[in-house]
């Protein structure tokens, strides 16, 4: 059997890093880290590294290091982890432009190496990166996709197991809008094995675990004072990767092309998408109550302030 090629742009950073490691115990295909040439040498040796890694796990898959963009060349998956990444102090907007011009570059080249590959992207700011992506590469919505809500609803899935001091297994939950302080985790949809969340906890403590979750991107750059979140992000990517290898159906929450869909027309939001074979093979809508409805719309006016930014 031919396995996948997934390659890593970025490879040679923290996510990158993690992303490899994890998707190469998963046996998830053979691993490409790709970052600009000077970095070249840093993913062979990543690439090395995790070879030597494979007996400890029993993976047989193949993993190399490069700076070339033709080792996109049949990708069936590409991860874009490539960017400058949150700083203290900087908010994902303050990136902005650094990001695009890396985003630009990519586009052009998956577009031409790379046309039919799955493309999941964790650049930030996301929600404006994933729309740039899009619109520089031609490529169908369905095959671009941001890891939004994978990453920030597993995140509020913590805090609800922290908060409870149940299992996390039992936890359930939401989190829609941009991927920033705007963000709508839907709290009437979370529950733990089915009991909703505001039978186990007061509406002060879920007030506090929603505000926590808007701001655990923030927690993280401030605790760790030179750079940001890697292994949640990186775990958060794996699982839209293997939903779509594996052709799982998944229902997860990412930044998709909405074209109608809760209002919003034109825009990559984070939605409830099922990921299989196919990509994002459809965005699944169900009615929101007007306090949430209010939430997505500003989420969706912040987002739309941003993506105007990039001028496409």
Request: overall charge negative; aromatic content about 4%; proline content about 4%.
């Amino acid at each position: 059997m031919i396995r996948k090629k997934i390659v890593i742009v970025g490879g040679g950073g923290q996510i990158g890093g993690v992303v490899a490691m994890i998707a190469a115990q998963k046996e998830l295909g053979d691993i490409v880290l790709l970052d600009i040439p000077d970095k070249e040498n840093l993913t062979r040796a990543k690439a090395l590294d995790l070879m030597q890694l494979r007996p400890n796990e029993g993976s047989d898959v193949q993993l190399i290091g490069s700076g070339n963009l033709e080792s996109l060349a049949d990708a069936d998956v590409v991860l874009i982890t490539a960017g400058v990444p949150r700083k203290q102090g900087m908010s994902r907007e303050d990136l902005l432009n650094i990001n695009l011009n890396i985003i630009k570059g990519l586009a052009e080249g998956i577009k031409q190496h790379a046309p039919n590959a799955f493309i999941i992207i964790t650049t930030n700011p996301l929600d404006a990166m994933v729309y740039a992506f899009y619109k520089l590469s031609g490529l169908p919505k369905q095959q671009v996709v941001g890891m939004a809500g994978a990453l920030d609803g597993a995140r509020f899935r913590t805090f609800i197991a922290m908060e409870t001091g149940l299992s996390l297994k039992d936890v359930s939950c939401l989190v829609m809008g941009g991927h920033g302080p705007t963000m709508v985790p839907v709290t009437r949809t979370a529950t733990v094995s089915g009991i909703p969340l505001d039978a186990l906890l007061s509406s002060e403590q879920i007030a506090n675990i929603v505000e926590r979750t808007r701001e655990a991107g923030t927690e993280l750059v401030r605790l760790y004072q030179t750079g940001s979140a890697y292994f949640s992000t990186a775990s958060a990517c794996v699982e839209l990767a293997e939903a779509y290898l594996k052709d799982k159906k998944r229902v997860i929450a990412s930044a998709a092309l909405c074209e109608g869909e809760y209002g919003v027309d034109g825009l990559f939001i984070g939605v409830p998408v099922v990921i299989g074979a196919n990509g994002i093979e459809r965005i699944i809508e169900f009615p929101l109550i007007p306090e949430e409805q209010a939430m997505l719309d500003k989420t969706i006016a912040a987002v739309r302030d941003t993506v105007a930014e990039t001028g496409l």
